[in-house]
């Protein structure tokens, strides 16, 4: 049993910036690949970034070069820094976690979700 618990999220202008957190506790020996996504009202819930335990990463077309997510496995906690934000990006943002590392991101674990919202 894993659980992960997401902070900072909270409303920024556009052209801000913001930095989620994602701390996981329990059978965290277990997880190998952790990645964010997000949900906004009427779409699609899209897989924004994920990173493994030796740092690969992978990014949605949407965020690439302006979001980063990184890791401290020292910590069990998950970074996800977001730069220029839009007001497309309001979202609630969940972390997640995979026990097993496969081709397709395929997590086993949700955190309880943290609001982000981008607006002037």
């Known amino acids: 049993q894993v659980q992960l618990v997401e902070s900072g999220g909270g409303l920024v202008q556009p052209g801000g910036s913001l930095r989620l957190s994602c701390a996981a506790s329990g059978s965290i020996f277990s997880i190998n690949v952790m990645g964010w996504y997000r949900q906004a009202p009427g779409k699609q819930r899209e897989l924004v970034a994920t990173?493994?335990?030796?740092?690969?990463?992978n990014y949605a077309d949407s965020v690439k070069g302006r979001f980063t997510i990184s890791r401290d496995n020292a910590k069990n906690t998950v970074y996800l820094a977001m730069n220029s934000l839009k007001p497309e990006d309001t979202a609630v943002y969940y972390c997640?976690?995979?026990?097993?590392?496969?081709?397709?991101?395929?997590?086993?674990?949700w955190g309880q979700g943290t609001q982000v919202t981008v607006s002037s």
């Open positions: 990173i493994t335990r030796s740092g690969s990463t």
């Open positions: 997640t976690a995979a026990v097993y590392s496969t081709d397709h991101y395929l997590p086993d674990y």
